[in-house]
T-cell receptor
Framework: DAGVIQSPRHEVTEMGQEVTLRCKPISGHDYLFWYRQTMMRGLELLIYFNNNVPIDDSGMPEDRFSAKMPNASFSTLKIQPSEPRDSAVYFC?????????FGPGTRLTVT | AQKVTQAQTEISVVEKEDVTLDCVYETRDTTYYLFWYKQPPSGELVFLIRRNSFDEQNEISGRYSWNFQKSTSSFNFTITASQVVDSAVYFCALSEGDSNYQLIWGAGTKLIIKP
């Protein structure tokens, strides 16, 4: 079975632009997590879903960030408008119960 | 207070040496899970092991072994006969309760294996 798939792998955009990150979880996994990783702050949980329903979005930094999971096989994380401080690697992970399996990440650079 | 402490920020050893990465956790729950993940220079996060709080048996997988001791709230990870490919950042993580699947992450230990 394929692992977690994320696209794009790299994204370079200008400040103020909208950015959409995409994730396809492992089939059959009920949980989906979005993380952000930076050198300064380490790995931060942004939001997670259970059976497509957002459970905890307390880690979403601002209203500029939004996440959706319209079905069991797809989720998006949107940043609008983007700012340079949003530059980071964004990971999606899915989980059947306890252990989480991570995608390769999207490296976002906002100039 | 940190719930998962990886006190070693960076460790550097020469290839073929054994190395132990420390992880100390803090929780009031009787049911919890502990994890180790590896993040090589390529950036992906790789799941290595999960251990639940009721299973204190040590685990060995090839050159990797894990020592879980509830008495000291530690879940240490040892690599035997280290290899250059083991160079990575290693994260320890905790989830509390039986139905809470959020992970509380340690800060990570950067392991450098020199040839």
């Amino acid at each position: 079975d394929a692992g977690v798939i994320q696209s794009p792998r790299h994204e370079v955009t200008e400040m103020g632009q909208e950015v959409t990150l995409r994730c396809k979880p492992i089939s059959g996994h009920d949980y989906l997590f979005w993380y952000r990783q930076t050198m300064m702050r380490g790995l931060e949980l942004l939001i997670y879903f259970n059976n497509n329903v957002p459970i905890d979005d307390s880690g979403m930094p601002e209203d500029r960030f939004s996440a959706k999971m319209p079905n069991a096989s797809f989720s998006t994380l949107k940043i609008q408008p983007s700012e340079p401080r949003d530059s980071a690697v964004y990971f999606c992970a899915s989980s059947p119960r306890n252990e989480q399996y991570f995608g390769p990440g999207t490296r976002l650079t906002v100039t | 207070a940190q719930k998962v402490t990886q006190a070693q920020t960076e460790i550097s050893v020469v290839e073929k040496e054994d190395v132990t990465l420390d992880c100390v956790y803090e929780t009031r729950d009787t049911t919890y899970y502990l994890f180790w993940y590896k993040q090589p220079p390529s950036g992906e996060l790789v799941f290595l092991i999960r251990r639940n709080s009721f299973d204190e048996q040590n685990e060995i997988s090839g050159r990797y072994s894990w020592n879980f001791q509830k008495s000291t709230s530690s879940f240490n990870f040892t690599i035997t006969a280290s290899q250059v490919v083991d160079s990575a950042v290693y994260f320890c993580a905790l989830s509390e309760g039986d139905s809470n699947y959020q992970l509380i992450w340690g800060a990570g230990t950067k392991l450098i294996i020199k040839p």
